[in-house]
């Protein structure tokens, strides 16, 4: 699940059949590289125990009767057909659906919403909703707010799964690879030669993460579109060459022959079957990078036929070789010929190491949107290119990730018990996103509720056949990615609960307005020169540590902005949308409110790019007031703040009056006086815009003589320097709490902050400009 590769959100919506192709080719290295590899491990890990293969061949026959069906049920109906389309502005992924969700029910835990975020050009829905006809599920769930935080759980399930699918899949794809050493060498020498290897690629893979993928991307396609034809000219070759009739395999029947047959023992094997569907929840997760159309082609054209050519080939081969004396005789590598087994070796090895590298990208991308929503703690995140969206890398999560990865290969040291704690966390996302495209159905898409039902019980119970067998080995390798995910959701659950008890404290002790205007020099507060940034998760007041920061200092700067960095439930908000600005007080006291919306998988901007980006917002908001007559920014008023305008869309829109164009190389934002006989310059902005404009001189209009005040106090300030305000917290719970409150906040959470990134790091803020205030919080 990589979406650091293909295109960027900015794209044309519509392709040509030649973009569609290249995108389709692309996809083969970003979305195909784990499924693709899957025939290295199933038959070795379906038959490690649980059955044996025999003279009748009935074993193998219906092990690839239930593979065959299960790659057409699973990938190719449920998510080419159906899921795919269950898009949000064209991102895929359990908070895709999530996010669709929460915007056509209001069942969302995210604090600060507003009505100005359903303004957004991303924030579509579906339909229009229907207000005489409403979804009794919709009633049911926006009325039960117990269903609200269940819902987080079943998402926050899914993500700890993808993450530990990011621990699993490294190791066991990258140890089939090497396996095929064991043919090779002697039993004593190979054991002492596949684990080491594997931790040394695993180390390599992890250590050159940083770099990013922008060097060697381009030879992901071409390594996993040979993997597709090697596999299938083995498989073409196998059956031609062993058994020409393995076809007949591919009906039902063979499926209830071979349970009737193995019983309890080919129920339990179904987890080893089950991997040959990993993989497959990246066809949705990196939908935002390629197409639904490309990666349809490329997954019914290429992907599915080679993988069922190449597990036609491995049965037929098995169908006429019955004396197997150990378990890795069963493998891929014994069907591979000699002549050609070595360089197949570094072709899978390749392979492996390229569908190793999407889902430890997919794995960074899914932390990243879990942090953008206030469900996991602070860290650093890299942006490893300036032209490709989305290629980030973090190293806290890497570093964790290789030592996990090397445990789990160096701990199990075989295929079968890896593939049992593999398949556990693939099944799991499955029925995660198989339960919420079911409400996407319902909610979004109006369909009857019977339809979802009926979609959710088809696949769910194919689903659920596959969890029971994967849960049964919970002592042979499932307690793996249930233990990971029981401690990843009790992080998350506890980041995400007390930042929400945090934001209601900070709501129940904000400062009203009347004692912000009240400061002056009557109590000895003094304006210093500059622009001060006060940071904060409210979208409206006055926040308490503000209040902190004037008791304990009488002084605040001349240009104050109280700046709310939120996230909003879309993919994506466009630049043009991303900043809503007002007034806070009268225009005279130069105090403002600036609210950046970001959507889940958008690139936070670093603080220079940030800091020129808002003061140019400043002036086009101030300039607004001129170009509308000083009516539209301030008509309507709530609690003293004035209504907020979104500047970079409608706010640019000059009139006549004003002179505005775009320049794609780095600009400033240029302010110019006729009367004055010169200009003032603002830093340059790194954002590609180009904002000039004139105030006209008229004596008569006394709007142009306050905004033209207004907007030098704002450059002398920038002149002057920003500083940055941020609320230092500390948590504890507040006395008479139940002793499970009391450790999830005073050592849970406390522990977390303690050991996480800083907001000021998160936000990227110099530490020569930062100021923070001391906050204790009694939740």
Known sequence: MNPDLGRSFTAPKKDSWKAILLLAYQSLGVVYGDLSISPLYVYKSTFAEDIKHSETNEEILGVLSFVFWTLTLVPLFKYVSIVLRADDNGQGGTFALYSLICRHANVSLLPNRQVADEELSTYKLESPPETNNKSRVKIWLERHKNL???????????TCMVIGDGVLTPAISVFSAVSGLELAMSKGHHEYAVVPITCFILICLFALQHFGTRRIGFLFAPIVLTWLLCISALGIYNIVHW????????????????????KKGGWMSLGGILLCVTGSEAMFADLGHFSYTAIQIAFTLLVYPALILAYMGQAAYLSRHHRIYSSYQIGFYVSVPESVRWPVLGLAILASVVGSQAIISGTFSIINQSQSLGCFPRVKVVHTSEKIHGQIYIPEINWMLMILCIAVAVGFRNTKHMGNASGLAVITVMLVTTCLTSLVMILCWHKPPLLALAFLLFFGSIEVLYF????????????????????????????????????????????????????????????????????????????????????????????????CVKSVPVPFVPPAERYLLGHVGPPNHRSYRCIVRYGYRDVHQDIDSFESQLIASLSDFIRSKASYGGVRSG??????????????SNALACPPKYDFEENIQPASVLIEFPDKGNAMELAPISTGKKVRFFLEDDDSSELYKHVEEELEDLCEAREAGTAFILGHSHVRAKPGSSIMKKVAIDFGYNFLSRNCRGPDVALRVPPASLLEVGMVYVL
């Open 243 to 262: 058994n020409q009739h393995v076809y007949k395999a591919l009906s039902p029947y063979y499926m209830f022959k071979f349970l009737k047959k193995t």
């Open 468 to 563: 029971s067998a994967s849960l049964i080995k919970f002592l042979e390798g499932a307690w793996v990615p249930i233990l990971l995910a029981l401690f990843l959701m009790t992080v998350m659950f506890v980041w995400h609960y007390t930042t929400i008890k945090k934001y209601e404290f900070d709501l129940h002790n904000m400062v009203s307005l009347e004692w912000l205007l009240g400061l002056g020099d009557n109590l000895g507060i003094v304006r210093v020169p500059g622009i001060g940034l006060v940071y904060t998760d409210l979208i409206s007041g006055i926040p308490a540590n503000f209040s902190h920061f004037v008791t304990n200092l009488p002084a605040f700067h001349c240009i104050l902005v109280f700046v």
């Open 635 to 648: 008509e309507s008023m709530d609690g003293g703040e004035c209504r907020l305008t979104v500047i970079g």
């Open 148 to 158: 609200h935080t269940a819902l987080l759980v079943v998402v926050m399930l899914g």
